[in-house]
């Protein structure tokens, strides 16, 4: 059974307009959230995190949202640029799980000029 | 910048050959694990450690084994490659916090 879901495969955006990546997850446990970008034929670089006690973090472009209630967050990233075109990874972290990460499937995202 | 190197980046192999995939970091980092990804799959923990002797199986079964002898070096071994083997392997370390630092993968393609 999957604990992080990433149902989109792909996501299109113009430059300069906001891209939105969507993450569900089923256990409850997890104390952050991870998101990570990765390129073909490279290892997954660290992007933002949340803690599950917030709804909300900021590191310039970029925005994690996270919705408990829902079982939801979102990365936004605002203003798009066609470098921003990767695969974007969610991850949840639980303090009883060993250190282990959890990800999801990815979402390829794809910025057009 | 997270310092974590693997080595070799692309390998080619026939079936039954001994590989040994190498990867090291710098950062002093305790816990190290590997990760294997199909396209359009997610990341499967394969194998981790805490510490130097001290090595645990991962969420997948894998045929591979690792060994952590020092703290920087964590190898993983596969000692008869067979092409259902073919995958990209990641290497990732992390120290007191939460986050994962993985290194530049290994593409490995086994005929």
């Known amino acids: 059974d999957q604990q992080v879901k990433q149902n989109s495969p792909s996501l299109s955006v113009q430059e300069g307009r906001i891209s939105i990546l969507n993450c569900d997850y089923t256990n409850s446990m997890f104390d952050y959230f991870l998101w990570y970008k990765k390129y073909p034929a490279e290892g997954p670089t660290f992007l933002i995190s949340?803690?599950?006690?917030?709804d909300k973090n900021e590191d310039g472009r970029f925005t994690v949202f996270l919705n408990k209630s829902a079982k939801h967050l979102s990365l936004h990233i605002v203003p798009s640029q066609p470098g921003d075109s990767a695969v974007y990874f969610c991850a949840g972290y639980s303090g009883g799980s060993n250190y282990k990460l959890t990800f999801g499937k990815g979402t390829l995202l794809t910025v057009n000029p | 910048e997270a310092d974590i190197y693997q080595t070799p980046r692309y390998l080619v192999i026939g079936t039954g050959k001994k590989i040994t995939l190498e990867c090291s970091q710098t950062?002093?980092?305790?816990?190290m694990y590997w990760y294997q990804q199909d396209p359009g799959m997610e990341l499967h923990l394969i194998h981790y450690s805490y510490g130097v002797n001290s090595t645990e199986k991962g969420d997948l079964s894998s045929e591979s084994t690792v060994s952590r002898i020092r703290t920087e070096h964590f190898p993983l071994t596969l000692e008869s490659a067979r092409p259902s083997h073919t995958s990209q392997y990641l290497c990732?370390?992390?120290?007191?916090?939460?986050?994962?630092?993985f290194g530049p993968g290994t593409r490995l393609t086994v005929t």
């Open positions: 949340i803690s599950s006690i917030k």
């Open positions: 950062m002093g980092h305790d816990k």
């Open positions: 990732a370390s992390s120290g007191q916090a939460y986050e994962q630092y």
